[in-house]
Protein backbone atom coordinates (compact mmCIF):
# COMPACT_ATOMS: atom_id res chain seq x y z
CA UNK A 1 0.00 0.00 0.00
CA UNK A 2 2.71 2.17 0.96
CA UNK A 3 4.31 1.38 -2.23
CA UNK A 4 1.42 2.50 -4.49
CA UNK A 5 0.91 5.65 -2.32
CA UNK A 6 4.59 6.53 -3.34
CA UNK A 7 3.93 6.09 -7.08
CA UNK A 8 1.06 8.23 -6.95
CA UNK A 9 2.81 10.81 -5.27
CA UNK A 10 5.50 10.78 -7.63
CA UNK A 11 3.35 10.74 -10.59
CA UNK A 12 1.64 14.02 -9.08
CA UNK A 13 5.35 15.27 -9.05
CA UNK A 14 5.96 14.58 -12.50
CA UNK A 15 2.75 16.67 -13.11
CA UNK A 16 3.81 19.54 -11.84
CA UNK A 17 6.99 19.51 -13.13
CA UNK A 18 5.72 19.29 -16.56
CA UNK A 19 3.19 22.63 -15.93
CA UNK A 20 6.31 24.15 -14.31
CA UNK A 21 8.75 23.81 -17.30
CA UNK A 22 5.82 25.41 -19.60
CA UNK A 23 4.06 21.95 -21.10
CA UNK A 24 0.43 23.78 -20.55
CA UNK A 25 -2.13 21.34 -18.98
CA UNK A 26 -3.64 20.18 -22.61
CA UNK A 27 -0.83 18.13 -22.72
CA UNK A 28 0.13 16.72 -19.41
CA UNK A 29 0.84 13.20 -19.27
CA UNK A 30 2.83 10.81 -17.01
CA UNK A 31 5.92 9.74 -18.57
CA UNK A 32 9.55 10.79 -17.74
CA UNK A 33 10.78 14.06 -18.71
CA UNK A 34 14.11 14.53 -21.30
CA UNK A 35 15.17 17.47 -21.40
CA UNK A 36 18.15 19.34 -24.26
CA UNK A 37 18.99 22.81 -24.90
CA UNK A 38 16.11 23.09 -27.57
CA UNK A 39 13.49 20.05 -26.51
CA UNK A 40 11.38 18.92 -23.53
CA UNK A 41 10.29 15.37 -24.29
CA UNK A 42 8.01 12.97 -22.57
CA UNK A 43 8.74 9.27 -22.76
CA UNK A 44 5.03 8.03 -22.16
CA UNK A 45 4.82 5.18 -18.70
CA UNK A 46 1.63 3.38 -20.35
CA UNK A 47 2.41 3.40 -24.11
CA UNK A 48 6.56 3.99 -24.16
CA UNK A 49 5.54 6.86 -26.77
CA UNK A 50 8.09 9.08 -27.57
CA UNK A 51 5.82 12.44 -27.17
CA UNK A 52 4.73 15.14 -26.49
CA UNK A 53 7.59 17.33 -27.68
CA UNK A 54 8.05 20.54 -26.38
CA UNK A 55 10.22 22.78 -29.02
CA UNK A 56 11.39 25.48 -27.73
CA UNK A 57 12.27 28.99 -29.51
CA UNK A 58 15.40 30.30 -28.17
CA UNK A 59 15.13 33.74 -29.67
CA UNK A 60 14.93 36.48 -28.45
CA UNK A 61 11.87 37.99 -28.45
CA UNK A 62 10.53 34.99 -30.35
CA UNK A 63 7.50 32.97 -29.46
CA UNK A 64 6.43 30.53 -27.07
CA UNK A 65 7.47 27.33 -26.91
CA UNK A 66 5.11 24.82 -29.60
CA UNK A 67 3.65 21.05 -28.42
CA UNK A 68 4.37 18.63 -31.18
CA UNK A 69 3.06 14.80 -31.27
CA UNK A 70 0.78 15.83 -28.49
CA UNK A 71 -1.44 12.25 -29.54
CA UNK A 72 1.61 10.84 -31.58
CA UNK A 73 5.22 9.05 -31.45
CA UNK A 74 8.33 9.98 -32.69
CA UNK A 75 9.72 6.54 -33.72
CA UNK A 76 8.42 2.82 -32.88
CA UNK A 77 9.03 -0.91 -34.09
CA UNK A 78 6.80 -3.11 -36.07
CA UNK A 79 6.17 -5.82 -34.08
CA UNK A 80 4.19 -8.74 -34.59
CA UNK A 81 3.40 -9.28 -31.68
CA UNK A 82 3.04 -5.91 -29.19
CA UNK A 83 5.68 -6.12 -26.23
CA UNK A 84 4.98 -5.32 -23.02
CA UNK A 85 6.72 -1.43 -21.25
CA UNK A 86 8.55 -2.79 -18.50
CA UNK A 87 8.96 0.84 -17.14
CA UNK A 88 11.14 4.24 -18.16
CA UNK A 89 14.02 5.56 -16.14
CA UNK A 90 16.05 8.63 -16.12
CA UNK A 91 19.90 7.52 -16.29
CA UNK A 92 23.05 8.60 -16.98
CA UNK A 93 25.60 8.16 -19.40
CA UNK A 94 29.62 7.31 -18.48
CA UNK A 95 29.86 11.69 -19.56
CA UNK A 96 26.85 12.40 -16.98
CA UNK A 97 24.17 12.74 -20.14
CA UNK A 98 20.93 12.17 -19.60
CA UNK A 99 18.89 9.39 -20.91
CA UNK A 100 15.74 7.95 -20.57
CA UNK A 101 15.85 3.96 -21.04
CA UNK A 102 12.55 1.92 -21.88
CA UNK A 103 12.67 -1.73 -21.40
CA UNK A 104 10.71 -3.98 -23.15
CA UNK A 105 9.77 -7.84 -22.97
CA UNK A 106 8.28 -9.48 -25.77
CA UNK A 107 8.67 -13.68 -26.91
CA UNK A 108 11.88 -13.97 -24.87
CA UNK A 109 14.00 -11.31 -26.00
CA UNK A 110 14.00 -8.26 -23.98
CA UNK A 111 14.50 -5.01 -25.92
CA UNK A 112 15.98 -1.90 -24.22
CA UNK A 113 15.74 1.76 -25.85
CA UNK A 114 18.01 4.54 -25.17
CA UNK A 115 16.63 8.24 -25.82
CA UNK A 116 18.98 10.76 -25.71
CA UNK A 117 20.24 14.56 -26.82
CA UNK A 118 21.81 14.49 -30.17
CA UNK A 119 24.73 16.68 -31.88
CA UNK A 120 22.65 19.44 -31.88
CA UNK A 121 20.10 21.53 -29.71
CA UNK A 122 17.11 19.75 -31.51
CA UNK A 123 18.24 16.63 -31.87
CA UNK A 124 17.31 13.31 -30.39
CA UNK A 125 19.80 9.92 -30.58
CA UNK A 126 17.80 6.86 -30.60
CA UNK A 127 19.00 3.60 -29.45
CA UNK A 128 17.80 -0.03 -29.64
CA UNK A 129 19.53 -2.98 -27.93
CA UNK A 130 17.94 -6.23 -28.91
CA UNK A 131 19.12 -9.16 -26.40
CA UNK A 132 17.71 -12.58 -26.17
CA UNK A 133 16.94 -13.33 -22.83
CA UNK A 134 16.08 -17.03 -23.35
CA UNK A 135 18.01 -20.52 -23.83
CA UNK A 136 16.78 -20.95 -26.79
CA UNK A 137 17.68 -19.33 -30.36
CA UNK A 138 15.17 -16.61 -31.74
CA UNK A 139 14.48 -16.24 -34.97
CA UNK A 140 13.65 -12.27 -35.47
CA UNK A 141 11.63 -12.34 -38.25
CA UNK A 142 8.69 -14.43 -36.51
CA UNK A 143 8.58 -11.61 -33.68
CA UNK A 144 10.40 -8.14 -35.50
CA UNK A 145 9.55 -6.44 -39.36
CA UNK A 146 12.29 -4.79 -40.17
CA UNK A 147 10.15 -1.89 -39.76
CA UNK A 148 9.98 1.77 -38.35
CA UNK A 149 7.50 4.29 -38.39
CA UNK A 150 8.03 7.76 -37.78
CA UNK A 151 7.00 10.85 -36.87
CA UNK A 152 3.02 9.71 -36.21
CA UNK A 153 0.84 12.89 -35.72
CA UNK A 154 2.94 15.11 -36.90
CA UNK A 155 0.37 17.60 -38.33
CA UNK A 156 0.26 20.74 -40.91
CA UNK A 157 0.33 23.97 -38.71
CA UNK A 158 -3.36 24.64 -38.72
CA UNK A 159 -5.26 27.97 -38.12
CA UNK A 160 -8.56 27.66 -37.63
CA UNK A 161 -11.05 30.35 -38.42
CA UNK A 162 -7.63 31.90 -40.40
CA UNK A 163 -9.48 32.05 -43.64
CA UNK A 164 -7.62 31.80 -47.19
CA UNK A 165 -4.29 32.85 -45.44
CA UNK A 166 -4.78 30.41 -43.41
CA UNK A 167 -5.32 27.60 -46.18
CA UNK A 168 -2.19 28.99 -47.96
CA UNK A 169 0.06 27.80 -44.90
CA UNK A 170 -1.54 24.83 -44.32
CA UNK A 171 0.68 21.78 -45.55
CA UNK A 172 2.71 19.01 -44.52
CA UNK A 173 5.54 18.07 -47.07
CA UNK A 174 7.82 14.81 -47.18
CA UNK A 175 11.42 15.79 -48.31
CA UNK A 176 14.33 14.08 -48.46
CA UNK A 177 17.66 15.37 -48.08
CA UNK A 178 21.22 14.43 -49.83
CA UNK A 179 24.53 16.14 -50.57
CA UNK A 180 22.62 18.44 -53.23
CA UNK A 181 20.17 20.12 -50.73
CA UNK A 182 16.57 18.74 -49.53
CA UNK A 183 13.94 18.23 -51.87
CA UNK A 184 10.59 17.61 -51.76
CA UNK A 185 8.97 14.30 -52.38
CA UNK A 186 5.04 13.01 -53.60
CA UNK A 187 4.55 9.55 -52.30
CA UNK A 188 4.83 8.31 -55.96
CA UNK A 189 8.61 9.46 -55.80
CA UNK A 190 9.43 6.93 -52.93
CA UNK A 191 10.38 4.13 -54.86
CA UNK A 192 12.95 6.06 -56.57
CA UNK A 193 14.63 6.83 -53.78
CA UNK A 194 17.17 4.16 -53.75
CA UNK A 195 18.27 5.39 -57.52
CA UNK A 196 19.25 9.00 -55.71
CA UNK A 197 22.46 10.28 -53.73
CA UNK A 198 22.95 8.74 -50.65
CA UNK A 199 20.08 9.56 -48.30
CA UNK A 200 21.64 11.81 -45.34
CA UNK A 201 18.02 12.90 -43.70
CA UNK A 202 14.33 11.85 -44.52
CA UNK A 203 11.14 13.24 -42.93
CA UNK A 204 8.33 16.20 -42.99
CA UNK A 205 8.36 19.44 -43.06
CA UNK A 206 5.18 22.37 -42.17
CA UNK A 207 5.21 26.08 -42.04
CA UNK A 208 7.50 26.16 -38.78
CA UNK A 209 8.88 23.00 -38.09
CA UNK A 210 10.58 20.22 -39.02
CA UNK A 211 10.84 16.79 -38.56
CA UNK A 212 13.42 14.50 -39.72
CA UNK A 213 15.36 11.31 -39.07
CA UNK A 214 18.54 10.03 -40.27
CA UNK A 215 19.24 6.11 -41.26
CA UNK A 216 21.83 4.01 -40.28
CA UNK A 217 21.80 1.77 -44.20
CA UNK A 218 20.17 4.35 -46.22
CA UNK A 219 21.08 2.43 -49.50
CA UNK A 220 19.18 -0.75 -48.08
CA UNK A 221 16.03 0.92 -47.33
CA UNK A 222 12.47 1.20 -48.48
CA UNK A 223 10.14 3.96 -47.49
CA UNK A 224 6.84 4.26 -47.83
CA UNK A 225 3.86 6.43 -46.05
CA UNK A 226 1.39 4.81 -44.18
CA UNK A 227 -2.05 5.83 -42.87
CA UNK A 228 -2.04 5.23 -38.97
CA UNK A 229 -4.40 5.60 -36.36
CA UNK A 230 -3.61 6.24 -32.66
CA UNK A 231 -4.23 3.45 -30.13
CA UNK A 232 -3.77 5.89 -27.02
CA UNK A 233 -7.88 5.50 -26.74
CA UNK A 234 -8.55 2.21 -27.81
CA UNK A 235 -12.08 3.00 -27.24
CA UNK A 236 -12.38 6.26 -29.22
CA UNK A 237 -9.51 5.71 -32.04
CA UNK A 238 -8.45 9.29 -33.66
CA UNK A 239 -7.14 9.41 -37.31
CA UNK A 240 -3.66 10.23 -37.68
CA UNK A 241 -0.96 11.79 -40.30
CA UNK A 242 0.44 9.24 -42.27
CA UNK A 243 3.38 8.52 -41.14
CA UNK A 244 6.46 7.79 -42.61
CA UNK A 245 7.17 4.15 -42.93
CA UNK A 246 10.82 2.63 -43.26
CA UNK A 247 11.55 -0.70 -44.39
CA UNK A 248 14.51 -2.10 -44.77
CA UNK A 249 14.70 -4.28 -48.09
CA UNK A 250 18.02 -6.33 -46.89
CA UNK A 251 16.84 -6.71 -43.13
CA UNK A 252 20.29 -8.44 -41.96
CA UNK A 253 22.05 -4.69 -42.83
CA UNK A 254 19.36 -3.19 -39.67
CA UNK A 255 18.87 -6.01 -37.72
CA UNK A 256 20.05 -10.21 -38.23
CA UNK A 257 17.93 -12.93 -38.74
CA UNK A 258 18.46 -14.91 -35.50
CA UNK A 259 19.50 -13.98 -32.39
CA UNK A 260 21.62 -16.98 -29.99
CA UNK A 261 21.20 -16.94 -26.54
CA UNK A 262 22.58 -14.27 -24.62
CA UNK A 263 23.19 -12.74 -27.95
CA UNK A 264 22.46 -8.99 -28.69
CA UNK A 265 22.21 -6.82 -31.27
CA UNK A 266 21.72 -2.69 -32.04
CA UNK A 267 20.39 -0.04 -34.22
CA UNK A 268 20.48 3.50 -33.80
CA UNK A 269 18.67 6.61 -34.91
CA UNK A 270 19.21 10.41 -35.34
CA UNK A 271 16.10 12.40 -35.35
CA UNK A 272 15.64 16.15 -35.51
CA UNK A 273 12.77 17.94 -34.38
CA UNK A 274 13.60 21.63 -34.68
CA UNK A 275 11.53 25.30 -35.54
CA UNK A 276 12.01 26.01 -39.30
CA UNK A 277 14.95 28.37 -38.61
CA UNK A 278 18.12 28.87 -41.04
CA UNK A 279 20.50 29.33 -38.05
CA UNK A 280 19.16 26.62 -36.34
CA UNK A 281 19.12 23.73 -38.87
CA UNK A 282 22.69 24.57 -40.21
CA UNK A 283 24.21 23.24 -36.78
CA UNK A 284 22.70 20.03 -37.99
CA UNK A 285 25.12 17.84 -39.36
CA UNK A 286 24.72 17.31 -42.24
CA UNK A 287 23.11 21.23 -42.31
CA UNK A 288 19.08 20.69 -42.70
CA UNK A 289 18.84 24.86 -43.63
CA UNK A 290 17.78 23.83 -47.54
CA UNK A 291 14.54 22.49 -46.11
CA UNK A 292 13.82 26.60 -45.46
CA UNK A 293 11.70 27.83 -48.43
CA UNK A 294 11.80 24.18 -50.06
CA UNK A 295 11.47 23.51 -53.63
CA UNK A 296 11.96 27.37 -54.81
CA UNK A 297 14.00 28.18 -56.96
CA UNK A 298 17.78 28.56 -56.14
CA UNK A 299 18.11 31.75 -57.53
CA UNK A 300 14.60 33.14 -55.76
CA UNK A 301 15.84 31.49 -52.45
CA UNK A 302 19.26 34.17 -52.78
CA UNK A 303 16.75 36.47 -52.89
CA UNK A 304 14.42 35.45 -50.02
CA UNK A 305 17.85 34.67 -48.09
CA UNK A 306 19.02 38.13 -48.45
CA UNK A 307 15.51 39.63 -47.37
CA UNK A 308 15.51 37.45 -44.41
CA UNK A 309 19.07 38.79 -43.43
CA UNK A 310 17.96 42.36 -43.73
CA UNK A 311 15.28 42.00 -41.56
CA UNK A 312 17.57 39.84 -39.04
CA UNK A 313 20.14 42.65 -38.86
CA UNK A 314 17.02 45.15 -38.34
CA UNK A 315 15.34 43.28 -35.29
CA UNK A 316 19.44 42.99 -34.05
CA UNK A 317 19.25 47.39 -34.47
CA UNK A 318 15.58 47.72 -33.14
CA UNK A 319 14.84 45.16 -30.82
CA UNK A 320 11.15 44.01 -32.19
CA UNK A 321 10.07 42.04 -35.31
CA UNK A 322 7.38 44.62 -35.94
CA UNK A 323 9.62 47.49 -35.88
CA UNK A 324 11.92 46.01 -38.38
CA UNK A 325 9.19 44.96 -40.65
CA UNK A 326 8.40 48.54 -40.98
CA UNK A 327 12.15 49.89 -40.95
CA UNK A 328 12.50 46.98 -43.81
CA UNK A 329 9.70 48.54 -45.91
CA UNK A 330 11.06 51.71 -45.52
CA UNK A 331 14.57 50.50 -46.49
CA UNK A 332 13.10 49.27 -49.62
CA UNK A 333 11.42 52.13 -50.46
CA UNK A 334 14.52 53.98 -50.55
CA UNK A 335 16.26 51.68 -53.00
CA UNK A 336 13.58 52.00 -55.23
CA UNK A 337 13.10 55.67 -55.34
CA UNK A 338 15.24 55.82 -58.58
CA UNK A 339 12.74 53.47 -59.95
CA UNK A 340 9.41 54.83 -58.84
CA UNK A 341 10.53 58.68 -60.43
CA UNK A 342 11.71 57.15 -63.84
CA UNK A 343 7.63 55.40 -63.33
CA UNK A 344 6.08 58.16 -62.48
CA UNK A 345 7.42 60.38 -65.55
CA UNK A 346 6.30 57.39 -67.94
CA UNK A 347 2.91 57.81 -66.16
CA UNK A 348 2.98 61.52 -66.61
CA UNK A 349 3.80 60.76 -70.85
CA UNK A 350 1.77 58.20 -71.07
CA UNK A 351 -1.23 60.50 -69.66
CA UNK A 352 0.30 63.61 -71.91
CA UNK A 353 0.29 61.87 -75.34
CA UNK A 354 -2.90 60.22 -74.48
CA UNK A 355 -4.56 63.65 -74.44
CA UNK A 356 -2.72 64.72 -77.24
CA UNK A 357 -3.64 62.33 -79.63
CA UNK A 358 -7.31 61.64 -78.82
CA UNK A 359 -8.82 64.30 -80.60
CA UNK A 360 -6.58 63.13 -83.83
CA UNK A 361 -7.86 59.88 -83.24
CA UNK A 362 -11.40 60.73 -82.94
CA UNK A 363 -11.18 63.01 -86.33
CA UNK A 364 -9.50 59.79 -88.09
CA UNK A 365 -12.10 57.44 -87.19
CA UNK A 366 -15.02 59.62 -88.44
CA UNK A 367 -13.09 59.63 -91.94
CA UNK A 368 -12.02 56.11 -92.73
CA UNK A 369 -13.51 52.36 -92.58
CA UNK A 370 -12.37 49.24 -92.40
CA UNK A 371 -8.60 48.63 -93.23
CA UNK A 372 -7.92 52.25 -94.41
CA UNK A 373 -8.52 53.29 -91.20
CA UNK A 374 -6.25 50.87 -89.46
CA UNK A 375 -3.63 52.31 -92.23
CA UNK A 376 -4.06 55.67 -91.17
CA UNK A 377 -3.87 55.11 -87.68
CA UNK A 378 -0.49 53.65 -87.85
CA UNK A 379 0.60 56.39 -90.20
CA UNK A 380 -0.75 58.86 -87.03
CA UNK A 381 1.05 56.53 -84.45
CA UNK A 382 4.21 57.42 -86.41
CA UNK A 383 3.87 60.84 -86.90
CA UNK A 384 2.95 61.74 -83.37
CA UNK A 385 5.85 59.20 -82.11
CA UNK A 386 3.23 57.25 -80.56
CA UNK A 387 5.01 55.13 -77.27
CA UNK A 388 3.30 52.11 -77.13
CA UNK A 389 4.84 51.30 -74.16
CA UNK A 390 4.47 54.10 -72.15
CA UNK A 391 1.67 53.01 -70.19
CA UNK A 392 3.57 49.83 -69.35
CA UNK A 393 6.73 51.60 -68.36
CA UNK A 394 4.73 53.96 -65.96
CA UNK A 395 3.58 50.49 -63.99
CA UNK A 396 7.66 50.01 -63.68
CA UNK A 397 7.89 50.73 -59.69
CA UNK A 398 5.07 48.24 -59.04
CA UNK A 399 6.66 45.65 -61.08
CA UNK A 400 9.66 45.99 -59.37
CA UNK A 401 8.21 45.83 -56.10
CA UNK A 402 6.04 42.51 -57.14
CA UNK A 403 9.26 39.90 -56.93
CA UNK A 404 10.31 41.12 -53.59
CA UNK A 405 6.67 41.41 -52.49
CA UNK A 406 6.42 37.33 -53.38
CA UNK A 407 9.94 36.73 -51.73
CA UNK A 408 8.31 38.48 -48.70
CA UNK A 409 5.32 36.58 -48.75
CA UNK A 410 7.75 33.65 -48.57
CA UNK A 411 10.09 34.68 -45.89
CA UNK A 412 7.47 36.39 -43.55
CA UNK A 413 4.52 33.95 -43.74
CA UNK A 414 7.40 30.74 -43.40
CA UNK A 415 9.63 32.69 -41.14
CA UNK A 416 8.60 30.44 -37.24
CA UNK A 417 10.92 33.66 -35.78
CA UNK A 418 7.59 35.46 -36.03
CA UNK A 419 5.42 32.84 -34.52
CA UNK A 420 3.86 33.94 -31.40
CA UNK A 421 5.37 37.62 -31.32
CA UNK A 422 3.07 40.48 -30.78
CA UNK A 423 3.38 43.73 -32.02
CA UNK A 424 0.59 46.63 -31.45
CA UNK A 425 -2.85 45.01 -31.16
CA UNK A 426 -1.74 41.82 -32.52
CA UNK A 427 -0.96 38.74 -30.94
CA UNK A 428 0.75 37.21 -33.76
CA UNK A 429 2.76 38.49 -36.39
CA UNK A 430 2.61 34.85 -38.41
CA UNK A 431 -1.28 35.12 -38.43
CA UNK A 432 -3.90 37.82 -39.17
CA UNK A 433 -3.98 40.90 -36.80
CA UNK A 434 -8.03 39.83 -35.55
CA UNK A 435 -8.44 43.18 -33.80
CA UNK A 436 -12.11 40.83 -32.52
CA UNK A 437 -13.91 37.65 -33.47
CA UNK A 438 -16.67 38.05 -35.91
CA UNK A 439 -18.67 35.52 -33.85
CA UNK A 440 -19.06 33.47 -37.77
CA UNK A 441 -16.31 32.17 -39.75
CA UNK A 442 -16.86 33.70 -43.19
CA UNK A 443 -16.01 31.81 -46.31
CA UNK A 444 -12.40 32.94 -47.76
CA UNK A 445 -12.15 35.56 -45.01
CA UNK A 446 -12.34 33.88 -41.94
CA UNK A 447 -13.49 34.02 -38.18
CA UNK A 448 -11.88 37.57 -37.49
CA UNK A 449 -12.19 41.25 -38.14
CA UNK A 450 -8.86 42.34 -39.68
CA UNK A 451 -8.13 45.66 -39.03
CA UNK A 452 -4.81 46.26 -40.64
CA UNK A 453 -6.19 45.27 -44.45
CA UNK A 454 -8.98 48.27 -44.09
CA UNK A 455 -6.21 50.60 -43.28
CA UNK A 456 -3.95 49.64 -45.95
CA UNK A 457 -6.87 49.82 -48.11
CA UNK A 458 -7.86 53.45 -47.22
CA UNK A 459 -3.88 54.72 -47.54
CA UNK A 460 -3.73 53.20 -51.05
CA UNK A 461 -7.21 55.18 -52.06
CA UNK A 462 -5.44 57.81 -50.36
CA UNK A 463 -2.00 57.73 -52.30
CA UNK A 464 -4.01 57.14 -55.78
CA UNK A 465 -5.64 59.88 -55.82
CA UNK A 466 -2.77 62.06 -54.50
CA UNK A 467 -0.73 60.74 -57.10
CA UNK A 468 -3.93 61.90 -59.82
CA UNK A 469 -4.36 65.32 -58.15
CA UNK A 470 -0.96 66.52 -58.37
CA UNK A 471 -0.04 65.36 -61.58
CA UNK A 472 -0.31 67.75 -64.54
CA UNK A 473 -3.39 66.60 -65.78
CA UNK A 474 -5.10 66.40 -62.93
CA UNK A 475 -6.94 63.56 -63.90
CA UNK A 476 -8.25 60.70 -61.43
CA UNK A 477 -9.65 57.26 -63.05
CA UNK A 478 -12.47 56.21 -60.38
CA UNK A 479 -12.12 52.41 -61.96
CA UNK A 480 -7.33 52.49 -60.82
CA UNK A 481 -8.71 54.31 -57.75
CA UNK A 482 -11.01 52.24 -56.26
CA UNK A 483 -10.21 48.95 -57.93
CA UNK A 484 -6.55 48.57 -56.34
CA UNK A 485 -7.29 49.54 -52.80
CA UNK A 486 -9.98 46.45 -53.51
CA UNK A 487 -8.03 43.74 -55.01
CA UNK A 488 -5.36 44.33 -51.95
CA UNK A 489 -7.70 43.86 -49.50
CA UNK A 490 -9.60 40.77 -50.71
CA UNK A 491 -6.34 39.44 -51.25
CA UNK A 492 -4.19 40.50 -47.87
CA UNK A 493 -7.44 39.90 -45.41
CA UNK A 494 -6.74 37.01 -44.17
CA UNK A 495 -2.77 37.01 -44.76
CA UNK A 496 0.10 37.14 -41.82
CA UNK A 497 -0.05 40.74 -40.32
CA UNK A 498 4.17 40.42 -40.53
CA UNK A 499 3.17 40.69 -44.61
CA UNK A 500 0.18 43.64 -44.06
CA UNK A 501 2.32 45.71 -42.13
CA UNK A 502 4.80 45.50 -44.57
CA UNK A 503 2.68 46.61 -47.16
CA UNK A 504 0.67 49.11 -45.56
CA UNK A 505 4.22 50.59 -44.10
CA UNK A 506 5.36 50.61 -48.13
CA UNK A 507 2.39 52.50 -48.80
CA UNK A 508 2.50 54.87 -46.35
CA UNK A 509 5.81 55.82 -46.81
CA UNK A 510 5.01 56.16 -50.65
CA UNK A 511 2.26 58.43 -50.09
CA UNK A 512 5.50 60.58 -47.61
CA UNK A 513 7.60 60.56 -50.68
CA UNK A 514 4.63 61.91 -53.11
CA UNK A 515 4.00 64.66 -50.90
CA UNK A 516 7.47 65.40 -50.21
CA UNK A 517 8.02 65.38 -53.79
CA UNK A 518 5.25 68.12 -54.05
CA UNK A 519 6.32 70.17 -51.79
CA UNK A 520 9.79 70.17 -53.65
CA UNK A 521 7.89 71.00 -56.55
Not at 64 to 86: A, C, E, F, T
Not at 209 to 234: C, W, Y
Request: hydrophobic share 45%.
Amino acid sequence: MDNIRLQEIMRIIRLIGLVLIGMGPGTVQAGQILQTQGLIVTIDDETGYIGPINVKNQLEGASQNVDLLVDGNLLSLDWLIQPRLHGNQIVRDGDGKSMVESRYVNQGLTILRQVSGGTSPYALSIRYEITNASSEVVDLASVLRPTFHFAEGFNEFVDEGGGYGAWVYAYRDLFVSNKNGAEKLDREELKELPTLDPIQWLGWVNRHHVMAIRLPHPQSVGIGVKDTFSNIEKSDKKVMPASLVLTFAQANQALPGQLMPGESTTIAFESVIAPKQWDQLSLVTPALDSVVLLNLWDWFRLICFAIWQLLNFLFTLSGSWGIAITLMALVVRILIIPVTRISLQYQERAIQQQERIKPLVQRVREEYKGIELSQQLVTLYEREKYDQLAPFKGMLGLFIQIPVLIALFNVLGEASELSGVPFLWFNDLSLSDRLFPLGVDLPFFGAYFNLLPFLMAGITVLSTYHAARISSTNNMPTSSLFGMAALFFILFYSFPSALVLYWLCSICFQLLQQVLENKTK
